[in-house]
């Protein structure tokens, strides 16, 4: 009789990273809203000029296009993960012999 006893290190820190772009993700897109928010207001703004008004515009929708790179990067990385993982556990029912593996014979 054979028995594999699996140890899952490695879970913990694939979790914790995915937390964190998650957690990446979910401020890069309420600063994408906050700042859409924004750029409504800035013509009903008193006390700005016309080129004033213009120039904000321009620069919150820089950053607009900022932040929307870093979240089409995020989401890119996110997915690359998701496929190295999943083409790792179905290697890994392949392979019986696995690190973190214990093989116990009685």
Same mark, same amino acid.
């Given at each position: 009789?054979?028995? !594999?006893?699996?140890? $899952?290190?490695?879970? @913990?820190?694939? $979790?914790?990273?995915? $937390?964190?772009?998650? !957690? =990446? #993700? ?7 809203? !906050? ?9 009903? &703004? %008193? ?6 008004? @213009? &120039?904000?515009?321009? #620069? ?7 932040? !929307?790179? =870093? ?8 997915? &690359?993960? /998701? %496929? @190295?993982?999943?083409?790792? /556990? ?6 019986? $012999?696995? &690190?973190?593996? #214990?093989?116990?014979?009685?």
């Amino acid at each position: 009789m054979s028995i !594999s006893i699996q140890t $899952n290190t490695s879970i @913990k820190s694939s $979790n914790s990273s995915a $937390n964190s772009e998650s !957690s =990446q #993700i979910s401020q890069i897109l309420k600063k994408i809203q !906050s700042l859409t928010e924004k750029l409504g207001k800035v013509s009903s &703004e %008193d006390g700005m000029t016309t080129d004033q008004k @213009k &120039e904000m515009v321009a #620069i919150i929708q820089k950053q607009i296009q900022s932040l !929307s790179a =870093q979240l089409q990067q995020l989401l890119k990385q996110q997915a &690359e993960k /998701q %496929d @190295k993982e999943t083409q790792t /556990q179905s290697g890994k029912r392949e392979d019986k $012999n696995l &690190e973190n593996t #214990i093989d116990v014979y009685v």
